[in-house]
């Protein structure tokens, strides 16, 4: 919050505009959002989703199409824009922050025991089994949310495996989700289960944050933004990050999810100023100025390096440099989210097996593109 | 004759109150208007756009087929079936629990020789003012293994916690923990009420029975319980509508999702998820579906209160 009013305080300094703040709770945006649009009296500008979620405000004539704002076409990649481009091609946003994924470990802990950032999964489950047989708990993940295990830790490992092309032909049909890929996938998944917590089915995302930062695990993989609280003045561990390192053989992705958009309110009463306000966020300056205030573990989209000078920011793009990128791989079959939620938690609590769960949801998507 | 003209003289003098007139109406009226517009206007108004599809902006009249998708997708179906009996176990609970206990609580606290009544009247009060969030967190941490099971084990008390999946973790055991934090937190509704009714009976009719021999479980059965009968309907209905709309004590202590694996999915956080939010991460409501859940429910609760008002009210 205290960021965003920087970057408008800035915003009002340069232009002499002033921009109100209405912020929610983050649960509760997405309807807080849908109602005020729906009532007539939604803001000006607002924070957009990307694909499917976005994309149907745009369908229902909410936003202001974003084709022609400058910079939107020249200062972003594809890949960026393609979070917030409708079906009929048109752009519903200025593309603004990805999202990683990682596995956060505890410098500490790694130091006493002598464990090197694993290069390889097998490495990885190797150091899990050393924390384990030491009597520390690896892994603080939990089940208890539906979202992160999903979210956080298996999205986060797709990337290894398969390629944004490959996504797609998983998305059309052209791939079967239980091929050998998925399998192999969904059978790594099921190699983490034995390094959670005892009590995995009831810590959410906050109890394994808050496990993690109290130095009750040496690891947790979790989402890019919560760099911010767990490096922050709550806890004081010392906390590196990886990504959750590829099989040996395997090519190492990164995982860089595109997160969220402004979009502009294309029934809004000062149609103006919010063109003028996302052609500055889609330029370099305006970007610049939003990466020194952007939250800790938000990666700027645009197309140039704005990331201030040895912030996270930059650690976080180093990270990643060189390595294919995708978005999280359920976002385009949105049908899949909640039973692969079910099928992991099954999985987690030895109630599914890999083969088992990759054909259950192979058998959904089929049934959803014949329909 | 003599006594009919002088009432009617009577009333002649004030244009305004007519014997058999509508003169009543402009005393309902804002309470008429408040009701229409915030509440009549509202439900029928769920009952009309349940025919239609898409949000605002496009919404195209369907027919009835957000009910056929309800009652024969097999998604939506299996979650409405599943959070419609979940609903009747978490009311099964309050209905028998929680008023069971209410009844005793009332029949201890008006006990004549109960010493200290106004401090546990409090004591079982307390609850019903705090916010249903903050009880529900509470709960969830309290009964959560990482946070719970060291400080139990040290007075040996650990085995207190449903290890290792916790009992809001375990799907057999997830919805009886909601439900029993939820009658923990309103037993003082109903048992205030029942302290009301019972303090209203007449205590010659308790001293009548005593000289005639009745045991005091016989007059707690014969005649305590019988003369509050319309008020023991009235809550059975308050619990029964309050139920079918719970909400709050789910979202806090299981997400919206009705975790761990929709075991304590409920209509509310059903109809929420479908009507209001749009399932996550998508977060595209439909709300015509989520007035298709509504409708449905409000038609249930209709079948089921309306039998029991007719048998318990108007036995006065």
């Known amino acids: 919050m205290e960021q965003v009013s920087a970057l408008l305080a800035k915003y009002e300094e340069l232009t002499g505009v002033k921009i109100v703040f209405q912020p929610t709770t983050s649960t509760q945006y997405n309807a807080t959002l849908r109602a005020q649009l729906d009532g007539g009296i939604g803001p000006d500008l607002f924070y957009s989703r990307t694909c499917e979620a976005g994309a149907e405000l745009y369908e229902n004539g909410f936003n202001v199409v974003c084709n022609d704002i400058p910079g939107v076409m020249e200062n972003f990649t594809d890949v960026a824009r393609s979070g917030f481009t409708a079906d009929d091609g048109n752009i519903f946003a200025v593309p603004f922050a990805a999202v990683s994924h990682f ?54 490992m797709i990337p290894n495996y398969i390629t944004a092309e490959e996504r797609v032909a998983y998305e059309k049909g052209e791939r079967k989700l239980n091929d050998e890929t998925m399998l192999r996938v969904f059978t790594d998944f099921s190699k983490l289960v034995p390094y959670l917590p005892e009590a995995f089915a009831s810590i959410d995302n906050d109890n394994a944050n808050v496990m993690f930062g109290l130095g009750q695990s040496a690891m947790l993989i979790d989402g890019s ?74 990666l700027p989209l645009i197309n140039a390096d704005v990331a201030p000078e040895g912030s996270i920011i930059s650690a976080m793009n180093a990270v990643g440099e060189g390595k294919p990128s995708d978005m999280r791989f359920v976002w385009n079959m949105r049908t899949l989210y909640d039973p692969m939620v079910e099928q992991l938690n099954a999985i987690c609590r030895g109630e599914q097996t890999p083969e088992g769960a990759v054909d259950a949801i192979n058998a959904l998507w089929e049934a959803e593109l014949a329909k | 004759m003599m006594a009919k003209s002088k009432t009617a003289q009577a009333f002649q003098g004030s244009k305004s109150i007519k014997p058999g007139g509508v003169y009543w109406v402009r005393y309902i009226l804002p309470a008429l208007a408040f009701y229409v517009v915030f509440m009549a206007y509202p439900m029928l108004d769920s009952v009309r756009l349940s025919l239609y599809e898409g949000t605002a902006g496009v919404r195209q009249y369907v027919g009835f087929a957000n009910y056929v998708r309800l009652f024969t997708d097999e998604v939506v179906s299996k979650r409405f079936w599943n959070a419609f009996g979940n609903n009747w176990i978490f009311f099964a609970y309050h209905m028998i629990l929680q008023n069971a206990l209410g009844i005793t609580f009332a029949a201890i606290l008006t006990n004549r020789t109960m010493k200290g009544r106004q401090f546990y009247q409090t004591l079982i009060f307390i609850p019903c003012t705090v916010a249903v969030l903050v009880t529900g967190y509470l709960f969830k941490m309290m009964m959560n293994p990482l946070w719970s099971k060291a400080p139990l084990a040290k007075i040996g008390l650990d085995f207190m916690i449903h290890s290792p999946q916790g009992w809001l973790g375990d799907p057999g055991t997830a919805l009886s923990a909601v439900s029993l934090v939820s009658v923990w937190q309103w037993v003082g509704i109903p048992t205030m009420m029942f302290v009301a009714a019972f303090q209203g009976i007449d205590d010659d009719l308790i001293e009548a029975a005593s000289i005639e021999g009745a045991t005091p479980w016989q007059q707690f059965t014969r005649i305590r319980i019988p003369l509050i009968v319309p008020v023991i309907g009235m809550v059975a209905i308050m619990t029964f509508v309050s139920n079918f709309n719970a909400f709050d004590v789910v979202f806090a202590m299981e997400t919206l999702d009705g975790a761990p694996n929709y075991s304590t999915d409920l209509i509310g956080t059903l109809f929420y998820r479908y009507g209001v939010a749009g399932q996550h991460p998508v977060g595209i409501p439909e709300p015509g579906v989520g007035s298709a859940i509504s409708t449905s429910i409000f038609c249930m609760l209709l079948c089921g209160v309306i039998p029991v008002l007719v048998k318990t009210q108007g036995k006065e």
């Open chain 1, 225 to 298: 933004w919560s760099y911010g609280t767990l490096a922050g003045d709550d806890y004081d561990i010392e906390v590196g990050f990886f990504p959750i390192p590829a099989p040996a053989g395997l090519t190492q992705g990164f995982s860089l999810h595109p997160d969220f958009g402004i979009a502009g309110n294309a029934a809004s009463t000062h149609p103006e100023e919010v063109k003028a306000f996302l052609t500055w966020i889609a330029s370099v300056e305006g970007a610049t100025e939003a990466a020194k205030v952007i939250p800790e573990g938000f």
């Open chain 1, 103 to 156: 596995v956060y470990y505890n410098k500490a802990i790694f130091a006493e025991n002598n464990i090197e950032i694993p290069a390889t999964f097998e490495d990885f489950l190797a150091v899990c089994q050393q924390l384990k047989d030491a009597g520390i708990q690896p892994l603080s993940n939990g089940i208890a949310d539906n979202w992160d295990i999903l979210e956080c830790v298996l999205c986060g």
